[in-house]
């Protein structure tokens, strides 16, 4: 009997969406896949990287374990997600709980993100990656019922799904929505990565936990990371449509000037001008954000996207991480469901029918959290456009009154597709056709 040919899906993009759907991806008898990567190695940009439970569950249903390791992901000694202090007193001014109940392992971490994607890599076989691929175009063949993907180096392949997870500068996002390019929020954050020794006899409370310092015109994350690492945030906000705003023309991940940053923490707490003087080093990352799109799915039903291709907030509330984990495994479920092994066919209803299923379970969730991001970064630009000094007891009420991100963090992607498929079949029922 002839062997009937697999579902082909084609990710676009080796980042932490793209790795995580093809690890979820493996086990389907059913399922082909392959990673089309633009970067010609494969070398993580960025720094730190946050996981909330719902990432770290969801790791774990791929069959991740390995990210959930203690030696790459750091989880605060107190138990606290988030511990939040005063930029002069170093005081602590609140706390971020979580809201269900947690196992240890599933407690949010913080990883260097390129021991992360190693975790994630460990899933996917060399042979499935093609590096130096950026993508150019994707076009639907009513001819042969497939996409014909086509890249700027002139090569082209043929693929039934083809799934975005390209970034928040996203090309096959672009190409089907042009006006989506994200935009300048007015922050740019200034990330490092050191060994933890060079903080040597800085008080424990530091040391083991993942600190948030607000100040009146800035804040400074600092946390341990896996494999004996430390991270420090600094950051600068400035109004993005003054002409005039500090690094409005800055790119991601450039060279950015320790000196400027130790200037911007010299006057507070000693803790704070401690690790900001002991690093070597730092990197600037000027953050960008675009409104929700209006549908995920595009190419004639056989085209997608996950990660900060599909939601670009620019990485507010440490979520970027955790989205992207739960889109793939959404995107994954979604293809299970309507692919079961053995199914043996797949037309195109059917792959649209798995799409959409996908974007329902995922949409709803991750246009609340770009709406909340951007009414954040609303009201940091009318407190600059005041400019106004503000007093100790706004400063002490503002930390209070801060959002608090634990639907996020502990989001049930599980429940979400169970509601999505139990629509679904409602609205396919008989009944509802009355």
């Known amino acids: 009997m002839a062997q009937l040919p697999k579902l082909s899906v084609a990710i676009i993009g080796a980042g932490v969406a793209g790795l995580a759907a093809a690890a979820g991806l493996n086990g389907h008898p059913d399922i082909e896949y392959q990673i089309y990567e633009r970067a010609t190695r494969l070398e993580e940009i960025g720094a730190s990287i946050a996981l909330g439970p719902n990432g770290l569950r969801t790791l774990e249903r791929l069959g991740v374990d390995n990210a959930l390791d203690d030696s790459i992901a750091f989880r605060n000694k107190s138990g606290f997600p988030m511990i939040y202090r005063h930029w002069k007193t170093n005081e602590i001014t609140s706390v971020d709980s979580h809201h269900c109940d947690v196992e240890p392992r599933h407690s949010t971490a913080r990883f260097y993100r390129a021991d992360l994607q190693k975790a994630l890599l460990a899933h996917v076989p060399s042979s499935r990656i093609h590096l130096k691929k950026a993508f150019a175009s994707a076009v639907y063949n009513s001819a042969t019922d497939n996409l014909t993907i086509s890249f700027e180096d002139g090569s082209t392949v043929t693929a039934d799904i083809l799934l975005g997870a390209d970034g928040i500068r996203s090309a096959v996002r672009r190409y089907f929505v042009p006006h989506s390019e994200p935009k300048w929020t007015g922050w740019v954050a200034f990330r490092s990565v050191f060994d933890v020794k060079l903080l040597e006899g800085l008080e424990d409370a530091v040391l083991n936990e993942a600190n948030h310092w607000w100040g009146p015109d800035r804040t400074l994350f600092a946390s341990r990371l896996g494999n004996g690492l430390f991270t420090i945030v600094g950051g600068h906000y400035s109004d993005p449509d003054a002409p005039d705003a500090p690094y409005k023309d800055a790119t991601w991940n450039s060279d950015g000037d320790v000196n400027v940053l130790r200037d911007y923490y010299k006057d507070w707490h000693p803790v704070i001008r401690r690790m900001v003087n002991a ?90 959290v770009i709406s909340t991001v951007h009414e954040g970064n609303k009201a940091i630009i009318a407190r600059l456009r005041q400019k106004s000094t503000e007093t100790e007891d706004q400063l002490r009420a503002r930390i209070k009154s801060r959002s608090d991100p634990y639907w996020i963090h502990e989001h049930d992607v599980v429940a979400s597709l169970t509601k999505a498929i139990a629509q679904e079949l409602k609205e396919n029922s008989p009944a509802s056709k009355i």
Do not use: C, M
């Open 279 to 368: 690093s070597p080093y730092t990197r600037q990352y000027p953050n960008t954000a675009a409104p929700a799109l209006d549908r995920w799915t595009y190419g004639h039903g056989r085209i997608t996207l996950a990660g900060d291709a599909a939601h670009a907030h620019g990485g507010a509330l440490a979520a970027g991480g955790s989205l992207a984990i739960d889109d793939a495994y959404a995107f994954v479920a979604a293809l299970w469901h309507v692919f079961p092994p053995g199914t043996g066919s797949h037309s195109s209803s059917d792959v649209l029918r798995a799409l959409l299923l996908y974007e329902r379970t995922r949409k709803p969730h991750t246009d609340r």
